[in-house]
């Protein structure tokens, strides 16, 4: 399958919705981890003094809704990708669209809270090898397929 590119313009048309799409998504993690938390804690009430006093039914509620926001995330992270943006890292919100300029693959970096993308680096570089969009970038053209 061909990795779709973008321009400069089209990622940051798409940005709004994968805005959306990706805080929805950290919604979902912060509340599975929250769950997760509670459930290890009475994991280890239980290993520490025993089960007796558990109450089943709210963990069943809390495991439900734990199983809810697994789904909810994974459908947010799946409309991410339809688009073929990628999602670099969800904790810090985190998404880079390939781009080709002068024949060669990049990505163009923006960052939850950042208004637009100002950003690019190389394939292998990540995050800490940004460097600001040039002329260069910003008058890319789509690869053709």
Do not use: Y
Not at 80 to 85: D, F, L, W
């Amino acid at each position: 399958m061909t990795q779709r590119t973008f321009t400069l313009d089209e990622a940051q048309t798409l940005l709004p919705v994968l805005e959306s799409l990706l805080r929805r998504a950290m919604e979902e993690k912060k509340q599975i981890e929250e769950i997760e938390k509670e459930f290890h804690e009475v994991s280890q009430k239980v290993f520490a003094s025993g089960g007796a006093d558990l109450d089943i039914r709210k963990l069943a509620r809390r495991r439900a809704l734990s199983d809810q926001a697994v789904q909810r995330l994974k459908d947010a992270m799946a409309e991410i990708e339809s688009t073929g943006a990628l999602v670099k890292d969800l904790d810090k919100g985190l998404i880079d669209f390939p781009c080709v300029v002068e024949g060669e693959t990049i990505l163009l970096c923006w960052q939850l809270g950042e208004t637009q993308i100002t950003h690019w680096h190389g394939m292998e570089e990540g995050f800490a090898g940004r460097k600001p969009v040039d002329e260069r970038i910003a008058r890319a053209k789509r690869k053709s397929n």
